[in-house]
Structures are given as C-alpha cells and as structure tokens.
C-alpha cells in the first residue's frame, strides 16, 4: 500500500505545512477514494485537490506513490485547486439546473439505460444507446475501473461514452478469459464519487439487460464494428 503515514515531503514542501496522509476511505481497483473531509495532495505539491482533476489524475498515472490522501484541516498553506474548483461548480450548476428544468427527476433514482450490441472486436465491445440518451450520457462521467458484468462476475471494463453521435456508444474491454454474450444490455447510472465528480451522473456498471439473461452466449454479429 503507497500510502504510509510515517512519509513526509521533501524540504521545498516543508514551508507548506507537514505532511500527514491518512487511510483513505476506500479503494476501488487499486485506486484511493476521498471520503468526507479528505483531500488529494502531492508529495511536493503546493495545492490540495478535493476532486479528482486531470492533476490528480495524471500523477496517478506517472508516479502514485506522490498521491497523498490527507485531512482538510491538515492541507496547511497549501492552496485549493483551481480546476477542482471548477470542476465542482461545474457539477454544483448542473445538478441545480436540472433539479429547476426536471424537479423529481429520475436523478432521484438509479438511471438505466437500455443498449443493444453493434459490434465486437479484438475484445473491444461496442454498445449502442438510443438518441433519446444522448443528453443524458452527455451529463455521464466514466470512472475508473467501471465494470461489465455479468453473471454477477466482472467480464470487462468500461473504456468510454463518446456522446458525440446520435447514438451515443459505450465502448468496453473484455476480459480475455470472458465469452461474449450477445443480445440486449443496460448501463446503471449514479451519482459520481467525489473524487470525479465532473458531471451530474456516473456509469455504475453495464451489464445484460433482464430479458437477455438466458440468451445464445455466442455472437450473432460480426467481428468489426457495424455502421
């Protein structure tokens, strides 16, 4: 586990404020989550960061052992992040927004949305919403980590939305040791974790829709991806 809470930053960081990580609240594959009254911070950083921003997000990528999680009362003189800040308003303003434009929207419940397969290959696997959801998958952030399951048993992971076409795809990565199954699926949504909180909403999971549980596990489309 990277996180120790006999480490202490270098001394360009001391004027900052000691270092003092803590446990995180959780982890989800391997990655730490905030819990309430935690922030990122790095190693020899000058900010902390309450969301999981691009900053967060690249050190995570290039040398994790610098993400720290500590108290918010333990930041000392380091200075909140600007992206943070904007992403969370930007979060803060559609959830408003949307509350004003639907009030007792399904936001008050777990959204599902209906997919259907357009494509399989080399493990990647394409599913296809319709346009209808397009605004909705618009407002939908891709954590990382958000799995495909199936059978109650993880058989991929979700690798992104692209929102942009007029029915919107969910692109994901099977397991290489999971068979593919064909027919009707569904993608749960939620709120984000606060770690990236970008959008109103979060893909929770993707996973055969209920009418397609006992359908052929082989498929019937084509190893490329349709039209």
Not at 18 to 34: I, Y
């Amino acid at each position: 586990m990277y996180l120790k809470a006999s480490n202490t930053g270098r001394a360009g960081a001391k004027d900052l404020g000691g270092l003092k990580p803590v446990e995180p609240v959780a982890w989800q594959e391997g990655v730490p989550l905030l819990g309430e009254d935690q922030v990122y911070v790095m190693k020899n950083g000058q900010e902390y960061h309450p969301a999981w921003c691009h900053i967060v997000s690249d050190k995570w990528s290039c040398a994790p052992r610098g993400l720290r999680v500590t108290l918010l009362v333990d930041v000392g003189k380091r200075t909140r992040c600007q992206e943070c800040e904007r992403l969370l308003s930007t979060v803060a303003e559609s959830i408003t927004k949307n509350d004003e434009t639907h009030p007792g929207s399904m936001r008050q419940t777990n959204p599902v949305i209906p997919l259907r397969v357009v494509g399989v290959s080399h493990g990647i696997l394409f599913l296809a919403a319709g346009p209808k959801y397009q605004e909705l998958l618009k407002q939908t952030a891709v954590e990382p980590a958000t799995p495909l399951i199936v059978d109650g048993r993880r058989h991929g992971m979700l690798l992104r939305v692209d929102a942009s076409r007029d029915e919107p795809l969910l692109v994901l990565q099977m397991d290489p040791r999971a068979t593919f199954r064909n027919g009707a699926y569904q993608a749960r949504l939620r709120r984000p974790l606060q770690r990236s909180a970008t959008k109103p909403y979060a893909v929770d999971s993707v996973e055969p829709a209920p009418r397609a549980k006992h359908a052929a596990r082989h498929p019937a489309v084509t190893d490329d991806m349709g039209s």
